[in-house]
């Protein structure tokens, strides 16, 4: 069923889509908050210093030398046995071994912007993929904020070179800076582009206003609990597993397992719904152990692996849009933001 959801109605959400998703842009915009919108950063390291140690959010996980106290990513200079080298060299280091791994010729600023561009591409050893994608809310950094970034990077101990990183960037660069700002210009992501991903791949469990399957919570308004935990809930399901959607292991007295949610407990049987659907009634006098396997969710933890980064990038910003739904009805509780 949720194949064939009318095109009509995809369309209709892409236009709510894009209508909030103007409107949100605009609060961000004249939303008066301590971070300005940047029109005044210099694409140099000095506008890139101020973008990572403010709008840019990077010194939440990364220090640069003795500077700054996060330890969530590697330190960006030259620090202690672990990073013997800053970054701009050690960048030298990860091309190396990009260019080995891709068969594309990677240069130093290369890596640096694909670290920024698809985090994912290349986890650093000891750490998780966990880098935030900066040109995504909230951070939401743009093409040129982001060439700022670079500069400033490659200047801790690299070969800083303007001209590469801005006006002549290499073919492998100016490919993710391609990405990046048709990004940035929806957002982080293509929402019109992310129904279709989230059609494909989780509908079949999940409500959205009104639409789709019923195995996993309702995500209709699930924007209102962030990016970064819709990220998580999609990368590493069984990281925090929803209350009321634990998974049951059920073992019968024959030995048969059954594992799924528990949908239904009466006084003679319980229900278990498996994560195709099926639901498997279990009479109680045959159940020989009934357990919780909190490692486990009953969605799926390699969703992420059948979609494109963009793909993925496209979803997040589709879902970064649900709270409108539920803010229609109610009092409209964006105003206080
Ligand atoms: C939520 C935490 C977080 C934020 C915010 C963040 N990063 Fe990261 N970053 C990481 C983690 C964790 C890694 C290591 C895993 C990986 O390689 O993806 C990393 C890796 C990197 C690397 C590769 C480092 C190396 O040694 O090769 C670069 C470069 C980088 N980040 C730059 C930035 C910049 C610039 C910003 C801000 C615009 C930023 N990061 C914001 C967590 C973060
Ligand atoms: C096979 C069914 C299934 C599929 C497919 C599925 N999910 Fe889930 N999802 C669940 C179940 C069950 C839970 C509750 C258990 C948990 O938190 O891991 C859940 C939880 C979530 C949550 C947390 C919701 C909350 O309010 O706590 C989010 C967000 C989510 N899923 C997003 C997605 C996205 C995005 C996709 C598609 C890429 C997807 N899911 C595909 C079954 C599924």
Request: aromatic share 8%; charged share 20%.
């Amino acid at each position: 069923m949720t194949h064939t959801m009318p095109k009509v109605f995809i369309f209709l959400l892409a236009m709510l889509g894009l209508f909030l998703w103007v409107g949100y842009t605009i609060t961000e915009l004249s939303g008066g908050g301590g971070e300005k919108s940047s029109a005044a950063i210099d694409i140099s390291p000095e506008g890139g210093e101020t973008i990572y140690w403010g709008k840019g959010r990077c010194f939440t996980c990364h220090s640069v030398g003795g500077q700054g106290s996060a330890v969530r990513g590697p330190n960006h200079g030259q620090f202690g046995e672990k990073f013997p080298l800053p970054m701009g060299a050690r960048a030298v280091e990860r091309a190396k071994v990009r260019s080995e791994k891709t068969g594309e010729t990677f240069t130093a600023e290369d890596y640096m912007v694909e670290s920024l561009a698809s985090p994912g591409a290349y986890v650093v050893e000891g750490y998780k993929n966990e880098m935030a994608v900066v040109y995504a809310p909230p951070i939401s950094l743009s093409l040129k904020e982001i060439k700022a970034v670079v500069a400033y990077l490659m200047a801790q101990g690299g070969d800083l070179d303007m001209e590469t990183i801005d006006t002549n960037p290499s073919e492998v660069t100016a490919q993710f800076y391609a990405k990046i700002s048709a990004a940035a210009a929806a957002g982080g992501g293509d929402p019109g582009l992310g129904i279709i991903v989230f059609e494909d791949n989780c509908a079949e469990c999940h409500l959205l206003n009104g639409e789709g399957g019923e195995i996993g919570p309702d995500l209709t308004g699930i924007a209102g609990k962030g990016l970064k935990f819709i990220s998580a809930s999609t990368l590493e399901p069984a990281k925090a597993i929803t209350k009321g959607f634990e998974t049951y292991v059920v073992i019968d007295n024959t030995g048969r397992q059954t594992v799924g949610l528990k949908t239904g407990d009466e006084p003679s049987e319980i229900l278990i719904t498996k994560a195709n659907g099926d639901e498997v009634t279990v009479a109680k006098s045959d159940i020989k152990s009934i357990t919780v396997d909190k490692n486990k969710s009953v969605m799926p933890d390699d969703l992420s692996e059948a979609m494109t980064v963009k793909d993925f990038q496209d979803l997040l910003s589709f879902l970064m849009l649900q709270k409108a739904a539920l803010q229609e009805t109610s009092e409209g509780t964006e105003d206080n933001q």
